[in-house]
């Protein structure tokens, strides 16, 4: 079974699954719906999303969407390592605005999960950078919502400065987190 983690914002889990290995290299169970739903976490995913990113510091988010196509993931890396940043946008949340950081890597064999109602972004760390995450619903373009990764109401702090990133025209002209749909 692997092991659950909370982090600092309500419903954000890292997951550690146990990973065997012997001469041969390894096996290890990365998903088991019901070994989730006997640490509480009771989803349904259905698709699965595959990016790669040839180069270090490729940042995609920060990313949602709103309900009711609101989307939980679960995150994992099999190549390379990311900073994966979570932000909640829940306008009524005790934390609203507030993010936690956390670095996922096929090193560390860990998963983030990332609940309905929070912004979802990363950065890679590594060249040739491949992630891998499961959602609970399927993309909805007219749900689909960014908000800026350098806006400076969030105060992300991301490793490398602004200009050495690289970004998608979408994210590059995401609004900011006062300008954008959001969760109630």
Known sequence: MSNVISLALDGVVEIRPRKFGDDRGFFSETYNAKALADAGINLQFVQDNHSLSAAKGVLR???YQLPPRAQDKLV???SGSILDVVVDIRRASPTFRKWIALEV?????NQILVPKGFAHG??????????????????????????????PSIGIEWPFASPAVQLSDKDRNAPSLDDADLFP
Do not use: Q
């Open 76 to 78: 994992r890396v099999v």
């Open 122 to 151: 990363f950065l890679t760390l590594e060249e040739n950078t491949e992630v891998i995450y499961k959602v609970t619903d399927y993309y909805s373009p007219e749900h689909d919502r960014s908000i800026r990764f350098d806006d």
């Open 61 to 63: 988010g920060l990313h």
């Open 105 to 109: 890597s096929a090193a560390k064999w």
